[in-house]
């Protein structure tokens, strides 16, 4: 047990110490310029900051399984894209109005509303294939280049504002990495929205999807704003939707054609499942009158039944899906959450392991294996899980909120603060980290070894809470 506590201090360790290394990219316009401005590691380093901040001060929906699937989405379009280092981290916001953004470090955000104004996938993945063309054109450090500050503190500003932007759903600040609050108003690039354009037309056809659904899209966007009237949001101030940008979009398919994927069944369920996600119990009701019969309805409807609590319906319903996609994991894995919610432990277990010896080490099953048994108090078994999973998730603050937790439930204390410590940090507490991080060397004070490797972090994290304290 000690040796393991050792191995995971060194790892945590290892994350504090991650600075993205510096590389090249060809940019257009402006060449070398950048490196005098902003250097790539210093808007990483920023970036990092801000994903804390927005995780802090955002509400995110936290589901294993929209979250994988937008994750492994993301990847599939970023390896097409031209973003240097494709190593990226997703939110997905807690909030059903059109937005996206992108911010140095690879950090992509999704509110649920993208889901519901996309028709397809391929018109979802126009507007990621969008977002990592800001990141792989650089301009966040372009805009501070071309502004009067040239700094990084000016590049920290304009992501502080993103935030702000996120957390409050105001116009009064920054939406999308690329327009900038000046003296009050929102001003915007062209030359930055052309460029993404085009560079998110490229990417979009080299992942394979019909480049037509880009201005598709678009057209859903200004049939969006047309009906927001004065509540315009966010993203769509700062991706203003012009006739000429439909045009040109019109005209590379018509130049470039490619008619790709447009849609899949998985993307299908995946936006009938955020929906329900961002479906209160009072809009129930409403929703069941207007649910279909595709199988993407009945999906839907079957997760309606399960928050009805009428299990025995929902498992009916997506056996029968099951039947008709036999190798469909959403469905399965949909399946093993609603016999754990129901209480059926032994079912769960069984399902879910079945499923594990085949998909090994699934997030969303094993999340689900995790919970399944912390519903029958097995903490210990829970915490074996929970931290498999976080060997390949570390910075996942609900997972490390849902281990610290069942850590405490099996009296892990020393567990418990030192996790707990994490879940803090990656939320931008500082100082709550710092005093989880000194409770945790107070009871490891007879293990110099561990108390020493606890020592270090504190020292660590010590440089971040000044600065906040001078940020607030």
């Known amino acids: 047990m000690i040796k393991k506590t050792i191995l995971i201090l060194q790892l945590i360790l290892i994350s504090f110490y991650s600075p993205g290394q510096e590389s090249s990219i060809e940019l257009p316009l402006i060449g070398d310029r950048l490196s005098g401005a902003v250097s790539q590691t210093e808007e990483e380093a920023l970036g990092r900051q801000f994903l804390r901040d927005l995780k802090r001060e955002s509400a995110i929906l936290y589901d294993p399984i929209v979250q994988e699937w937008t994750e492994l989405f993301i990847y599939k379009i970023g390896e097409q894209s031209k973003v240097s280092k494709k190593a990226f981290e997703l939110l997905v916001i807690e909030d059903n109005t059109l937005n996206a953004f992108a911010a140095p470090g690879g950090i992509i955000g999704v509110n649920a509303g993208l889901f519901k104004y996309s028709d397809n996938e391929a018109q979802f993945a126009s507007v990621i294939a969008h977002e990592l063309a800001h990141l792989s054109q650089r301009h966040f450090a372009r805009q501070i280049l071309e502004g009067s500050d040239r700094s990084n503190q000016s ?26 609050l000046a003296a009050q108003q929102l001003r915007f690039s062209r030359l930055y929205e052309t460029e993404a354009d085009r560079e998110g037309y490229v990417t979009l056809q080299k992942a394979g999807y019909d480049t037509v659904q880009m201005s598709e899209m678009f057209k859903n966007m200004q049939e969006v704003r047309r009906l927001s009237g004065d509540n315009i949001p966010e993203f769509l101030l700062t991706h203003p939707i012009t006739t000429r940008r439909i045009t040109e979009s019109r005209e590379r398919a018509r130049e470039y054609p490619s008619p790709g994927t447009v849609d899949s069944f998985n993307f299908q369920l995946i936006k009938k499942r955020v929906e329900f996600l961002m479906t209160d119990n009072l809009s129930i009701r409403s929703i069941e009158k207007e649910i279909g019969e595709n199988d993407e309805d009945i999906y839907l409807r079957a997760l309606i039944e399960k928050k009805k609590l009428n299990f025995t319906r929902s498992i009916e319903l997506l056996k029968g899906l099951e039947e008709k996609h036999p190798d469909n994991l959403i469905i399965k894995t949909s399946i093993a959450e609603i016999y754990t919610e129901s209480g059926n432990i032994r079912k769960s277990k069984d399902y879910t392991n079945k499923l594990l010896s085949v998909s ?35 910075v996942d603050i609900n997972l490390l909120k849902d281990l610290s937790q069942v850590q405490r439930n099996s009296n892990n204390m020393l567990g418990y603060h030192l996790t707990n410590s994490e879940f803090l940090f990656y939320s931008g507490r500082y100082e709550e980290a710092l005093r989880d991080l000194q409770e945790a060397r107070r009871i490891a004070r007879n293990n110099f070894k561990i108390r020493e490797i606890i020592t270090e972090r504190i020292l660590i994290l010590q440089s971040y809470v000044q600065p906040a304290r001078r940020r607030s």
Do not use: C
């Not at 702000?164 to 759903?169: G, L, M, Q, S, Y």
């Not at 099953?365 to 060997?391: G, M, P, R, T, W």
């Open 360 to 394: 090994l080490g699934n997030y969303p099953l094993s999340y689900n294996l995790a919970n399944a048994h912390i519903l029958e108090e097995n903490y210990v078994a829970a915490e074996q899980v929970l931290e498999d999973i976080k060997f390949y998730r570390p």
């Open 155 to 180: 590049l920290a500003t304009v992501l502080a504002s993103i935030v702000v932007a996120v957390a409050t759903n105001s116009p009064a600040a920054v939406i999308g990495g690329q327009g900038i």
